[in-house]
């Protein structure tokens, strides 16, 4: 069942109390396509590698709590979608099944999930141990069979006994880039939080409020099985590329990222694989997936040069540090990771059009 602990681990099991789906509000006329290119053979791992972000929130008025949030969020969730309609579609074979892959808008939602834990938010933050965060942000594998019946984007809401709550989102490797780059957050707290000034009570119960939408008492929590991710957490680092003339055509990227791999290695003190997956976003919606191989050598000079172009960025880039759900309420803590890193990974995500082109390119290392 979802939220069964580690051994040892003192946090009580999570109940699921409800699962459903969120289409965008308008229908994706036409079609958006991401297609996917595996210069070798495309292992079960394509399919398990998501990335995660959890936010945590104190109660600070009377009326806030998570139910409330998530029945909003079904509403705003539609909205935003609509900007970005491949977190609702769907991965997918070529036409005879055994072609590439490609990630298609098709509208068919993602999950919203609303789940409680009978423990509070400080004594599970005092627990400080970073592998119950896997609870609290549902990822299930994409079926590798069959792809295109698997969700890519899953969001949990969950109620702690003190009125706190948390936000958990986890989406497919193939679509971090949404959530990293294109501000998907920003765009949604927007949304929700226009949404409620324009309501005529600000207290207003949302119409998916789901304790008034719940069977009578003695129903049984929501069976789930959700993957084990949090024993294969990576810790993360991302790095901005300063270097105007870096670009995914040439062959100074897989340089530049053994260069971010040795520095990410050097920050956590954690080695890489000999061998791990190169994720290479294009400006073109495309994404190569390259095997790339390390080397144990001493440091040679194109290394030195390019180190020169490399500096670590922060995660509060991200903005997740200021997501403002209720008025005032910021988040207590923020956590980012890449769930079932397994060997490692890296990811290279060129900027959206328009940006400066000295931010062109930002490299994302996750260390098992």
Not at 154 to 167: A, H, K, M, R
Not at 263 to 285: D, R, V
Not at 295 to 315: A, T, Y
């Amino acid at each position: 069942m979802a939220g069964q602990h580690g051994e040892g681990i003192a946090v009580p099991n999570l109940q699921i109390e409800s699962v459903q789906t969120v289409s965008p509000d308008k229908v994706t006329d036409p079609l958006q396509r991401r297609q996917v290119l595996v210069s070798d053979a495309v292992g079960s791992w394509i399919y398990r590698r998501c990335f995660n972000i959890l936010l945590y929130y104190k109660k600070v008025v009377e009326h806030e709590s998570g139910w409330i949030v998530a029945g909003w969020m079904r509403e705003s969730i539609g909205r935003v979608l609509v900007d970005q309609p491949l977190l609702s579609g769907r991965l997918r074979r070529g036409e005879d099944g055994h072609g590439g892959l490609e990630i298609v808008s098709n509208d068919c939602g993602l999950r919203l999930i609303e789940a409680k834990i009978p423990i509070t938010l400080s004594e599970f933050l005092d627990k400080k141990n970073k592998d119950d965060e896997a609870k609290l942000v549902f990822w299930k594998d994409v079926d590798e069979q069959n792809p295109q019946f698997s969700p890519l984007f899953y969001i949990q809401v969950t109620n702690f006994e003190c009125g706190g709550y948390s936000i958990g989102m986890s989406c497919n490797i193939l679509l971090a880039d949404l959530l990293i780059k294109e501000n998907f957050l920003k765009k949604w707290v927007n949304i929700h939080n226009e949404k409620l000034s324009k309501t005529d009570d600000a207290l207003k119960t949302p119409l998916f409020y789901l304790p008034n939408l719940k069977k009578p008492s003695g129903s049984p929590s929501i069976p789930i099985i959700s993957s084990d991710q949090g024993k294969t957490r990576g810790q993360t680092v991302i790095f901005k590329i300063a270097d105007k003339n870096v670009n995914l055509e040439n062959e100074s990227i897989k340089k530049i990222m053994l260069v971010c791999v040795k520095e990410a290695e050097s920050q956590l003190g954690i080695k890489m694989g000999q061998t791990f997956p190169l994720f290479l976003k294009e400006p073109s919606n495309t994404i190569k997936i390259e095997t790339c191989s390390r080397f144990e050598k001493g440091m040679v000079p194109w290394e030195m040069n390019l180190r020169s172009q490399v500096r670590s960025e922060s995660w509060d880039d991200l903005g997740a540090n200021e997501i403002v759900i209720e008025k005032g309420n910021k988040p207590t803590r923020v956590s980012h990771w890449m769930g079932s890193a397994m060997d490692g990974l890296v990811m290279a995500l060129t900027s959206p059009q328009g940006e400066e082109a000295s931010s062109k390119l930002n490299v994302i290392v996750s260390v098992p």
